[in-house]
T-cell receptor, first 114, second 112 residues
Framework: NAGVTQTPKFQVLKTGQSMTLQCAQD?????MSWYRQDPGMGLRLIHY???????DQGEVPNGYNVSRSTTEDFPLRLLSAAPSQTSVYFC?????????????FGEGSRLTVL | AQTVTQSQPEMSVQEAETVTLSCTYD???????LFWYKQPPSRQMILVIR??????QNATENRFSVNFQKAAKSFSLKISDSQLGDTAMYFC?????????FGAGTRLTVKP
């Protein structure tokens, strides 16, 4: 069972570069979300989606874009990377059209912006 | 905005003993959910236990139980018969209307 798959697992970028973190789930979950984890701060919600074609902002959305064209995929785009975006990023999915809290997480993607 | 506070950055416990991790939160909402998540060294987050705010009965999952004090806005996690595999970061989380907030975490080490 694949569950939630994130790629890449590690990435180094230069300031100003763009990239996309991929997230795919094979559990037919409607709810998907992106979090970032910084030392001493726990996880913070970036964006979330309650179904294909529907996205919304979380606690820290600035500098990130998302789209949800299919149920399975929820990519996170950094249009112009900044050193403040150095973090570990987690994608999570869940049953239903809202966050019930019972989330299934990917293994994380460590991003370093120089 | 809701905030979640975990005041114990690190804790340790001997194998087979009991440990309690603390969590407090701040909200003006009446209906919400609370969670404890575990993050082992593999980094993948795993749900440990879930509590609905409208339920007075404390949730229990095998060796894991919570002490939910709604008036005090407190949500502690008790791990009984600690095992080496319980070594991990533990995050308390609050959820209301798709807005999920996590505490900064408590690093738990179970010693043999």
């Amino acid at each position: 069972n694949a569950g939630v798959t994130q790629t890449p697992k590690f990435q180094v970028l230069k300031t100003g570069q763009s990239m996309t973190l991929q997230c795919a789930q094979d559990m037919n979950h409607e709810y998907m979300s992106w979090y970032r984890q910084d030392p001493g701060m726990g996880l913070r919600l970036i964006h979330y989606s309650v179904g294909a074609g529907i996205t919304d902002q979380g606690e820290v959305p600035n500098g990130y874009n998302v789209s949800r064209s299919t149920t399975e995929d929820f990519p996170l785009r950094l249009l112009s990377a900044a050193p403040s975006q150095t973090s570990v990023y987690f994608c999570a999915s869940g049953y239903g059209t809202e966050n019930t809290g019972e989330l299934f997480f990917g293994e994380g993607s460590r991003l370093t912006v120089l | 905005a809701q905030t979640v506070t975990q005041s114990q950055p690190e804790m340790s416990v001997q194998e087979a003993e009991t440990v309690t991790l603390s969590c407090t939160y701040d909200t003006s909402e009446n209906n919400y959910y609370l969670f404890w998540y575990k993050q082992p060294p593999s980094r993948q987050m795993i749900l440990v236990i879930r509590q609905e705010a409208y339920k007075q009965q404390n949730a229990t999952e095998n060796r894991f139980s919570v002490n939910f004090q709604k008036a005090a806005k407190s949500f502690s996690l008790k791990i009984s018969d600690s095992q080496l595999g319980d070594t991990a970061m533990y995050f308390c989380a609050f959820l209301n209307n798709n807005d999920m907030r996590f505490g900064a975490g408590t690093r738990l080490t179970v010693k043999p």
